[in-house]
């Protein structure tokens, strides 16, 4: 590689790194407990399903408009907004609010029993993860914050690439996983820059650019809902939204999504007038029936009126790339021993940007020809410390 | 030290093992329960393992590197 390609992939990596730095790090740092926020919630509030015992909620119990009757007795005034269902227990959940747009702060979310029918009660908080959960998501500035953030993933996909294209001409000599300890602080620490970063680069590469996908995740809905979802119902378009006191039977509903996408298992409903849903229609989004698409989402759309079915197709490839995202974005789906790959790694994303940042700051000031030498030669031309 | 020179296959050699191996990981945890969870712990720890046994190996001998 010539000194010129090397000068303009450094620069290339050297800004791309030193912008999002402070935001990587917040990231890590709130990304590790966020990782084991199942044990966390579950050590601090107890694990509500592993006390439930009967058939799945998404495959059978009591029906549905009792369930969504007792949530809005004990919800007065309150209109439903979705309905989740567990693969794994009885738990049903239903979320409501003031109105059928209601912002997500002004939700209220309550587990039920679906075998027994028992209330129980508000899904449990938990302020300190909440706390991290949204600095992680969008510093508490809410959409601007998470586009933030997403270019900022981006640029660390940036810097993954650039660096690995530096990684070539510094390791011309060196033999893989070298650590020279006993130089110069700074050998060591582009060393060990070096190895951990070729070491994470596929994951890092997968979170970076999965991140940058759940950033854009509010503006993908609302692209789906007014693309999408306005083409599925365009007969209604025009027509007032349909009222909450006019909602039909979620039970006849289901049936009718369950004949047009038949052994599928539903994951939630969306009610009419939200996010995830037109103005007129229970939005009844079910699982793919095969491992590969069990994590991507299929809408069918039902008049919550009548309950008859209007159209059930696939999403858009965005949204399903956002849909498939999450999981491997979260490292939540493979049990304990991937979550703790997940800390390891993250671990060793801190410790990349941090020696990142070492050698920045000790570098010898303004001299980016010597930058270029420690690249292109693997090694410091005069040693220091 | 001309004569020791790597070329870009045999740099990447071993990071693209431990990245194929990930991927592959990643996909089989997504993709089912079970075995598949064991192998993906298997595929993806390998990035981990790798981490510990660079940290672990004794330092090497002054070069001239």
């Known amino acids: 590689m010539s000194r010129r390609a090397i000068r303009i992939w450094y620069l290339i990596h050297k800004w791309s790194s030193l912008i999002p730095t402070v935001f990587l790090l917040m990231l890590c740092v709130t990304g590790l407990p966020l990782v084991f ?52 227990s009885p738990l049903l959940t239903v979320t409501t609010g003031p ?172 009610f009419p007038g939200g996010d995830w849903s037109s103005g007129h229609h229970y939005a009844i989004f079910f699982q793919g029936d095969r491992p590969l698409t069990q994590h991507l989402l299929t809408p069918a759309l039902v008049d919550a009126a009548t309950a008859e079915l209007t159209d059930a197709r696939n999403m858009p490839a965005l949204n399903q790339a956002l849909m498939m995202s999450k999981p491997l974005h979260f490292g939540d789906y493979g049990g304990l021993p991937l979550k703790l790959i997940w800390a390891v790694l993250t671990l060793a994303t801190i410790w990349v940007l941090w020696t990142g940042i070492l050698l920045w700051f000790k570098r010898t000031p303004g001299n980016i020809e010597r930058r270029i030498e420690e690249i292109r030669t693997g090694t410091i031309p005069q040693a220091s410390s | 030290m001309k004569g020791s020179r790597r070329r870009p296959s045999a740099i990447f050699a071993v990071p693209l093992l431990i990245g194929t191996a990930m991927l592959i990981g990643l996909v089989l945890g997504l993709t089912g329960n079970g075995p598949r969870d064991a192998l993906a712990w298997g595929f993806a720890g390998l990035a981990p393992l790798t981490l510990l046994f660079g940290l672990l190996r004794r330092a090497p001998r002054r070069s001239s590197n």
């Open chain 1, 37 to 88: 926020h199942d044990e966390i919630d579950a050590a601090m509030a107890g694990d509500t399903e592993a006390t439930l015992s009967g058939p799945p909620s998404a495959d059978s119990g009591l029906p549905l408009d009792i369930m969504l009757n007792k949530a809005l007795a004990g919800s007065p005034g309150s209109v439903p907004l979705f309905m989740a269902f567990s693969q794994d």
């Open chain 1, 99 to 270: 109105s059928p747009d209601a912002a997500p702060d002004q939700m209220d979310l309550f587990f039920f029993d679906r075998t027994t029918g028992a209330s129980l009660g508000p899904a449990p908080v938990n302020p300190v993860m909440d706390f991290i959960l949204q600095l992680h998501t969008d510093m508490f500035l809410g959409l601007p914050g998470m586009l933030v953030l997403g270019i900022m993933g981006l640029l660390f996909v940036l810097a993954l690439v650039s660096g690995t294209v530096l990684y070539a001409p510094f390791m011309r000599k060196i033999a893989f996983g070298t650590i020279r300890r006993n130089r110069s602080d700074r050998l060591r620490r582009l060393d060990h820059h070096n190895f951990f970063g070729i070491v994470a680069l596929a994951w890092m590469l997968v979170i970076g650019l999965t991140g940058a996908i759940n950033a854009f995740a509010d503006p993908l809905t609302d692209s789906w809902r007014d693309g999408e979802v306005a083409r599925m119902t365009a007969s209604y378009a025009g027509t007032p939204s349909i009222a909450p006191q006019d909602y039909g039977s979620l039970d006849a509903a289901m049936d009718a999504a369950n004949r047009a996408l038949p052994g599928r298992s539903p994951q939630f409903i969306g």
